[in-house]
Nanobody
Framework: QVQLVESGGGLVQAGDSLRLSCAAS????????VGWFRQAPGKEREFVGA????????SYADSVKGRFTISKVNANNTVYLQMNSLKPEDTAVYYC?????????????????WGQGTQVTVSS
């Protein structure tokens, strides 16, 4: 089992920055990919970005490319989502998720562990 705990959400203004954290524990050696997803009210949960756990390679949705950066600190098994130039449309509950299998990182169905989510609200 893998446990994920997100933190760092909050209320910010458009143009501000925010950093989310995803602390992983348990059988972290089984993780292949950690992804970030978000869900706005009335919308489906969508892919934001992902990082390969052992290789550090990242990928991003077009909507956040150039503004968001995913990184990982091995010492504490924590993945970060640095969000810059935030826009009101970035408002959502943000979730980190982990998968132990190789697969398409953008599909939420491929992830078998999820955090509880953290709210990000961007005011205009």
């Amino acid at each position: 089992q893998v446990q994920l705990v997100e933190s760092g959400g909050g209320l910010v203004q458009a143009g501000d920055s925010l950093r989310l954290s995803c602390a992983a524990s348990g059988r972290t050696f089984t993780i292949y990919t950690v992804g970030w997803f978000r869900q706005a009210p009335g919308k489906e949960r969508e892919f934001v970005g992902a990082i390969l756990w052992n290789y550090g390679r990242t990928s991003y949705a077009d909507s956040v490319k150039g503004r968001f950066t995913i990184s990982k600190v091995n010492a504490n098994n924590t993945v970060y989502l640095q969000m810059n130039s935030l826009k009101p449309e970035d408002t959502a509950v943000y979730y980190c998720a982990a998968t132990t299998a190789v697969g398409t990182v953008v599909r939420r169905e491929n992830y078998n562990y999820w955090g509880q989510g953290t709210q990000v609200t961007v005011s205009s």
